[in-house]
T-cell receptor, first 115, second 111 residues
Framework: GAVVSQHPSWVICKSGTSVKIECRSLDFQATTMFWYRQFPKQSLMLMATSNEGSKATYEQGVEKDKFLINHASLTLSTLTVTSAHPEDSSFYIC???????????FGPGTRLLVL | LAKTTQPISMDSYEGQEVNITCSHNNIATNDYITWYQQFPSQGPRFIIQGYKTKVTNEVASLFIPADRKSSTLSLPRVSLSDTAVYYCLVGSNTGGFKTIFGAGTRLFVKA
């Protein structure tokens, strides 16, 4: 149980384009989803927290207009990197938590490379 | 926010028991302690979670002293495939799960 998927697993795009990453909870209802970014050899950095049906809460320093988060249902959250630039290249990981869960379950991650 | 501190790295040999300790001095009353394992280019994988005393599952044990200001992840008889980064996280659903990842501990298991 408690499986979280991400799609795509990797993506290469040109600078200036937008990329959408999906995060799905496959066997539970995720009332809260989290988006993290991880650079090589570094720890995970929380970007934003989203609750189903409400606006995401972004961490300090994360541009909400650049990283659009939509948590439209209890099983799906999307992260859109708008006007991507090479410095946005990173490993993006989502996690999800259900209403009565004290645990975050993580997706497998999405590798983004912006050329 | 409960900040966590772990050793940066540890080395071990196959078959040994490995104990990784995490400090979380400002843990809140509602916070749980969760340990994750991460391999390169993968998302963190849940290992074990506890609130107090001792918790054991099929892969690890978690020891939490009475003051809950630290916790120790115990991996029995490690193998080469246990080489990974291990993170301890402190947080709770009631607290909005506001958690900050520390640097983690890089465990390297040698033959």
């Amino acid at each position: 149980g408690a499986v979280v998927s991400q799609h795509p697993s990797w993506v290469i795009c040109k600078s200036g384009t937008s990329v959408k990453i999906e995060c799905r909870s496959l066997d539970f209802q995720a009332t809260t989803m989290f988006w993290y970014r991880q650079f090589p050899k570094q720890s995970l950095m929380l970007m934003a927290t989203s609750n189903e049906g409400s606006k995401a809460t972004y961490e300090q320093g994360v541009e909400k207009d650049k990283f659009l988060i939509n948590h439209a249902s209890l099983t799906l959250s999307t992260l859109t990197v708008t006007s991507a630039h090479p410095e946005d290249s990173s490993f993006y990981i989502c996690s999800a938590s259900g209403n009565n869960q004290e645990t975050q379950y993580f997706g497998p991650g999405t590798r983004l490379l912006v050329l | 926010l409960a900040k966590t501190t772990q050793p940066i790295s540890m080395d071990s040999y196959e078959g040994q028991e490995v104990n990784i300790t995490c400090s979380h001095n400002n843990i809140a009353t509602n916070d749980y302690i969760t340990w994750y394992q991460q391999f390169p280019s993968q998302g963190p994988r849940f290992i074990i979670q506890g609130y107090k005393t001792k918790v054991t599952n099929e892969v690890a044990s978690l020891f939490i002293p009475a003051d809950r200001k630290s916790s120790t992840l115990s991996l029995p008889r490690v193998s080469l495939s246990d080489t990974a980064v291990y993170y301890c996280l402190v947080g709770s659903n009631t607290g909005g799960f506001k958690t900050i990842f520390g640097a983690g501990t890089r465990l390297f298991v040698k033959a």
